[in-house]
């Protein structure tokens, strides 16, 4: 049973214009999450983070926004650029301690110049 | 730079052979894991290390060990691989829950 779901294998977006990623979860418990950023033949690289008791968080032209309520988060990237093209992978955790990370399958992000 | 390393970036063994990766880091985390990757999807967590506290997957297969001499060092053993175990084996290290620091993997074959 998938607990992280991102439905989306793929999305292309022209450069410029906003990229969005989803990410779904259906364990209630998960109360921080973390979006990461892969290249070919690279280890995922940490992006931007967010914890339940927030709604949104900003880091530059990445924002990330939770809605619990719908077990939902998603990730907006503005403006997109061509070196966003990589698959992004959110992961969740629970408060249990144990510092484990539930990831989701991964949206590959193609960004058009 | 602080970093994850892991070696070798391939490997190929024999069905059956048993095989080692290895991990090391240089950010002093006291949390190592070690995730499987298979093609299109989810990295899945395999076990991991809370100083020197292991702590199995209930579903990881007992083909699979790790060890952990010390702080820097932590290796992936597979005592005899199969076809199915051919993937992409990612370390990452953590200090606290807030993110986790990748290597950049190793992919393994089985012939």
């Known amino acids: 049973d998938q607990q992280v779901k991102q439905n989306s294998p793929s999305l292309s977006v022209q450069e410029g214009r906003i990229s969005i990623l989803n990410c779904d979860y259906t364990n209630s418990m998960f109360d921080y999450f973390l979006w990461y950023k892969k290249y070919p033949a690279e280890g995922p690289t940490f992006l931007i983070s967010i914890s339940s008791i927030k709604d949104k968080n900003e880091d530059g032209r990445f924002t990330v926004f939770l809605n619990k309520s719908a077990k939902h988060l998603s990730l907006h990237i503005v403006p997109s650029q061509p070196g966003d093209s990589a698959v992004y992978f959110c992961?969740?955790?629970?408060?249990?301690?144990?510092?484990?990370?539930?990831f989701g399958t991964g949206t590959r992000l193609k960004v058009l110049a | 730079d602080a970093m994850v390393i892991q070696n070798p970036r391939y490997q190929v063994t024999q069905f059956g052979k048993p095989v080692t990766l290895s991990c090391s880091q240089t950010?002093?985390?006291?949390?190592m894991y070690w995730y499987q990757q298979k093609s299109s999807q989810a990295p899945k967590l395999l076990f991991h290390y809370y100083d020197k506290d292991f702590n199995n997957e209930a579903d990881t297969p007992d083909n699979f060990q790790s060890r952990r001499p010390n702080t820097s060092f932590c290796f992936l053993d597979i005592r005899s691989p199969g076809l199915g175990d051919a993937a992409m084996y990612l370390c990452?290290?953590?200090?606290?829950?807030?993110?986790?620091?990748f290597g950049p993997g190793t992919r393994l074959l089985v012939l």
């Open positions: 992961a969740a955790s629970d408060g249990s301690g144990t510092y484990k990370y539930i």
């Open positions: 990452a290290t953590s200090r606290s829950r807030v993110t986790q620091y």
């Open positions: 950010l002093n985390h006291n949390v």
